[in-house]
C-alpha cells in the first residue's frame, strides 16, 4: 500500500474536518494513510520520516497559523537546519482563509514558505480557499484534482514537481496577498462545464412543500431546484459513492436523566469549558419601525473572568422546532422520534468511528435539534448518496447532475448560491427519502456561534445580536431566522413582554478572538470602528478604560476615538447614551454616521465617510502616533471599505500613490496594530 500522511492545523475546525474527509477519501482509495494534528509533530509523527504528505491548514488572528500549527513552524523555521532537511518530503497544500480579513491565507502561506525553504517538493497546485466568498469553489476543485496528482506521483516518483525555487521569505508575500485580495482562488475555479448550453427551460410547475400533519405547508417552484437542466443528454462522471458505515439499533439501556449537549464533544474554539448561562435580562435596543431588530442579552455565568472585553461568548444553539418536526414526518420516523437509539459501526468499516458528538444513547428529535446542521448547504457526497435513496428516475438524473462533474456550474448556481440544505432537497424532490443513518453519516454538526462580549465589571455578561432573517426565497421554506439568532429570541421573547421573569439557561462557552484586547498602556491611542453591532465590544473596552482611568491617578493618557453608524439616529443608534456618557475623559471622540436619515453634503453616511473628515488626524494616529485600530462587525462591506478608505486617506495625507499607501498600511499590519474581529 502507498504510505501517504494527512496533517492538519485548525484553529475552529474546519481544516481538520476537511483533513479527516481527506483521509476516509485516502482510506477508500486504498492509501496506507495516517492523520495528524500539526501539534503532534515529534511525538505521534516524524516529519523527517514523511515522504508525501497532505497538509489542510488555516489562518487565524492578523494572517497568523492556527495555533496547534505554531510550534510545527517554529520548529521549521530555526536558522540552523538545513536547506535540504525536507528534501525527502513531497506535498500537497490547500489553505484555508477568509478574504475579508487583512491577510489573506496568511498561515498556510507561511507554511509553504517553510515547506519550499526546507527543500519539500510540491506534486499539487497549493489551493487557498476563501470561507468569505465559498470556500468550496476552491475546496472541491483542489479534492478532485489531488487523487490523480497522487496517482500520478506514486505511479512515477520522478514526477513532474511544481516547484522548484523557494519563495522569497518577506513581507512581500503578504503584500502581494493583500493585492490580490478579490483574486484569492488559486486553482480551479473557472473549471466550467464544456457545452453547458445557456438555454435552462424554466418549467413553472408548483409541488407542494407539506408536511403530512400540515405544519408547514407552502409551495416550491420547481425553477430553482427541480429545473430541467442542459445536461439531460450528457454522460455524466459521478463522484465515488461511499459506503454507509453507521447503524442505529434499539437500545436497551435508560437513557441518563441529564444528557450533555452534543454529548460535551470538545469544540476546538473554545477556551474553557462549557456551562450553562442564566439569562436574567432581555431587551430589545432598536425602536419597531428599525429594519433589523437587536437584542441585547444579560446573562449570569460561572467564571466571569473567562469572558472579558474583545473575547466572545459561544451559544450552542438548537435548530428550530418546526423544520425538526417536518423533518421527522418526511422521513417517516415520527414513530420512532422519542425513542432511545444507540450508534455502531458496521462491521467492514475498520478505521471509522461514531461521530463523537452524538450522545451514546439518543433520539431522533434530539440529534436533529441539537447535534446536526440540518441547514448546511448539501455537498456533493450527500447528493451522491441521495441518488441512492430515489426511486423516481427523472428526479434520480437530476441528482446525478447537481453532483456530477459535469455539472459543477449546476451545482453552483442551484445549490450554493441558494444554500439548498438537505430539508429543501428532499422538499423538492419527492421520491427522495434518506435514512437516519444517512442524514448521520452525511450532516456536519451544528456549530456554535460566537457573540461578542458586550460589557466589563458587572456580574452578568451581556452581548447583543441581530435577528436574522432569511427573505422568504422560493427554494426554502419561508419566514427563516437565523438558527442561533431565531433560536435566542424566541426563547427570551417572554421576557422581553415581561410575561416571564424566571431566568432561562442556555447552554455557552467562552472564547478568545484574535487578540482583540485593549492595549495594556493606557498611553497607547486607540481608534475604534464598530457599525451596527461591531460596536459592542467597544461598551467593554470603554467601560474597562473608565475602570482603568479611574484607578490609575496621574497617568499619560493616550486619545481614544470611536466611530459609529447605523441606518437612523431615531431607530437603531445602539447604546446612544451609554456612548455618550463616555465623553466625560474616557472617549477623546464619537463620530457617528446615519446612513438613511437625510444627509447634507457634509454628515457622513457611514463609518467611512466619518473617517474621511478626520483624515488628518486619523492618518497621523495610525502612522505617526502608533495607535491600535479595531474594526468590528460586517466583513464583506463594511470592513474592507474601511481598510480601502484608509489607505486612500494614506494615500491623501502622505501625497503617495495607491501603491505606496498600500505599503504603509502593511507595515501597520506587520506591527499588529489593526485587528480586526469581523463576520459574514
Ligand atoms: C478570529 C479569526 C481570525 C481570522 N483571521 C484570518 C486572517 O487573518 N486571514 C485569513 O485569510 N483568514 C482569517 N480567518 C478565516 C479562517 O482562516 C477561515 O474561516 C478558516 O476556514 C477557518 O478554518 P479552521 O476552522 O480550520 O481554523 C480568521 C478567522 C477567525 C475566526
Not at 417552484?221 to 459506503?243: A, G, M, N, R
Not at 461568548?313 to 421527522?328: D, G, S
Not at 459535469?406 to 422538499?427: L, P, V
Request: negative net charge.
Amino acid at each position: 500500500k502507498q504510505k501517504l500522511t494527512v496533517l492538519y492545523g485548525s484553529q475552529t475546525g474546519q481544516a481538520e474536518e476537511i483533513a479527516t474527509q481527506i483521509h476516509e477519501d485516502a482510506v477508500f482509495n486504498g492509501y496506507d494513510v495516517d492523520l495528524h494534528c500539526l501539534k503532534d509533530a515529534g511525538k505521534k509523527f516524524d516529519i523527517s520520516q514523511i515522504t508525501c504528505a497532505v497538509f489542510v491548514c488555516s489562518t487565524t488572528g492578523d494572517g497568523d497559523p492556527p495555533e496547534n500549527a505554531r510550534k510545527f513552524l517554529r520548529t521549521l523555521s530555526r536558522k540552523t537546519l538545513s536547506k535540504d532537511h525536507l528534501s525527502h518530503l513531497k506535498y500537497a497544500l490547500l489553505g484555508l482563509g477568509d478574504s475579508n480579513y487583512s491577510t489573506f491565507c496568511g498561515g498556510p502561506k507561511k507554511l509553504e514558505r517553510v515547506l519550499i525553504n526546507l527543500g519539500a517538493k510540491q506534486i499539487h497546485h497549493s489551493g487557498f480557499a476563501d470561507d468569505g466568498t465559498d470556500m468550496e469553489l476552491v475546496v472541491e476543485p483542489w479534492l478532485e484534482e489531488l487523487w490523480p496528482a497522487l496517482k500520478k506521483y506514486f505511479s512515477n516518483q520522478d514526477c513532474e514537481i511544481l516547484n522548484d525555487k523557494p519563495e522569497e521569505n518577506s513581507t512581500k508575500d503578504e503584500n502581494s496577498d493583500f493585492a490580490k485580495l478579490d483574486k484569492n482562488v488559486d486553482c480551479g475555479q473557472n473549471k466550467s462545464v464544456e457545452n453547458l448550453s445557456k438555454e435552462i427551460k424554466n418549467i413553472e410547475i408548483m409541488v407542494t412543500y407539506k408536511s403530512k400533519n400540515d405544519i408547514n405547508t407552502t409551495t416550491l417552484q420547481k425553477s430553482i431546484l427541480l429545473q430541467e437542466s442542459s445536461l439531460s443528454l450528457v454522460e455524466l462522471t459521478l463522484p465515488p459513492l461511499f459506503p454507509l458505515y453507521l447503524e442505529t439499533f434499539a437500545s436497551n439501556e435508560v437513557r441518563p436523566a441529564i444528557q450533555h449537549y452534543q454529548n460535551d464533544c470538545p469544540f476546538p474554539i473554545a477556551s474553557g469549558s462549557r456551562t450553562s448561562g442564566l439569562i436574567r435580562k432581555a431587551s430589545v435596543l432598536t425602536r419597531e419601525d428599525a429594519v433589523k431588530r437587536t437584542i441585547e442579552i444579560c446573562m449570569e455565568v460561572e467564571n466571569r473572568e473567562q469572558y472579558m472585553p474583545g473575547d466572545a461568548i459561544a451559544v450552542c444553539c438548537k435548530n428550530p422546532a418546526q423544520e425538526v418536526e417536518w423533518l421527522i414526518n418526511r422521513l417517516d420516523l415520527n414513530e420512532k422520534a422519542d425513542e432511545s437509539l444507540q450508534l455502531k459501526v458496521s462491521v467492514e468499516a475498520k478505521k471509522k468511528s461514531v461521530p463523537s458528538f452524538i450522545p451514546n444513547i439518543f433520539t431522533i428529535r434530539e440529534v436533529f435539534t441539537s447535534c446536526l446542521d440540518i441547514r448546511a448547504v448539501v455537498k456533493k457526497p450527500l447528493l451522491r448518496c441521495l441518488v441512492e435513496f430515489t426511486s423516481d428516475p427523472g428526479e434520480k438524473r437530476q441528482l446525478e447532475e447537481l453532483c456530477s462533474r459535469q455539472g459543477g456550474d449546476e451545482y453552483m448556481k442551484r445549490i450554493r448560491e441558494n444554500f439548498i440544505s438537505i430539508i429543501d432537497i428532499i422538499a423538492a424532490f419527492q421520491s427522495c427519502k434518506p435514512t437516519l443513518e444517512v442524514l448521520l453519516q452525511h450532516l456536519p454538526r451544528l456549530q456554535p456561534r460566537r457573540y461578542s462580549v458586550a460589557n466589563y465589571g458587572s456580574e452578568f455578561i451581556s452581548f447583543v445580536f441581530n435577528v436574522v432573517h432569511f427573505p422568504n426565497e422560493p427554494s426554502h421554506l419561508p419566514d427563516r431566522k437565523g438558527i442561533c439568532t431565531g433560536y435566542l429570541e424566541s426563547l427570551v421573547e417572554p421576557m422581553i413582554k415581561q410575561k416571564q421573569v424566571d431566568p432561562i439557561s442556555i447552554s455557552i462557552f467562552p472564547t478568545k478572538s484574535n487578540d482583540f484586547a485593549l492595549p495594556g498602556n493606557l498611553k497607547t491611542p486607540i481608534v475604534m470602528i464598530g457599525p451596527g453591532t461591531g460596536v459592542s465590544p467597544f461598551i467593554g473596552f470603554l467601560q474597562q478604560r473608565r475602570e482603568q482611568i479611574h484607578s490609575r491617578t496621574a497617568c499619560n493618557i493616550g486619545p481614544a476615538w470611536l466611530f459609529f453608524g447605523c441606518r437612523h439616529k431615531e431607530r437603531d443608534f445602539l447604546f446612544q447614551s451609554e456612548l455618550e456618557s463616555f465623553i466625560d475623559g474616557v472617549l477623546t471622540k464619537l463620530c457617528v454616521a446615519f446612513s438613511r436619515d437625510k444627509v447634507t453634503e457634509n454628515e457622513p453616511k457611514y463609518v467611512q465617510d466619518s473617517l474621511t473628515l478626520h483624515k488628518n488626524d486619523i492618518v497621523k494616529l495610525l502612522l505617526e502616533d502608533k495607535a491600535v485600530f479595531f474594526v468590528c462587525g460586517d466583513a464583506r462591506n463594511m470592513a474592507k471599505d474601511v481598510r480601502n478608505c484608509l489607505i486612500n486617506l494614506i494615500a491623501i495625507e502622505t501625497n503617495c500613490d495607491e501603491d505606496a499607501a498600500r505599503e504603509k498600511f502593511s507595515v501597520v499590519l506587520a506591527e499588529k496594530r489593526y485587528k480586526e474581529d469581523i463576520w459574514t
